[in-house]
């Protein structure tokens, strides 16, 4: 009975080190990497049409965002 109980208890031990390094690690990784912020960068609005590109493979679309209306206005 006892041998049962030891074993148990080892378990246990096993569970209570594997949660405690699960939380550590993940604790440490969210304070290491963390939110940093807003980037400094900032590219503004990037067209979504890849005929609107001067690298463009492609012929030129007739309308460039594929509805026919006015663009910028």
């Not at 001067?54 to 209306?69: E, F, T």
């Amino acid at each position: 009975m006892t041998e049962k109980k030891g074993s148990i208890f080892i378990s246990w031990v096993i569970i209570t080190l594997l949660i405690l390094y699960f939380l550590l690690y993940s604790l440490f990784s969210y304070l290491v990497v963390g939110d940093r912020g807003h980037p400094g960068w900032d590219f503004g609005t990037v067209r979504d049409v890849p005929a609107g590109s001067a690298y463009a493979i492609y012929k030129k679309l007739p309308y460039p965002q594929h509805v026919k209306g006015q663009m910028g206005k």
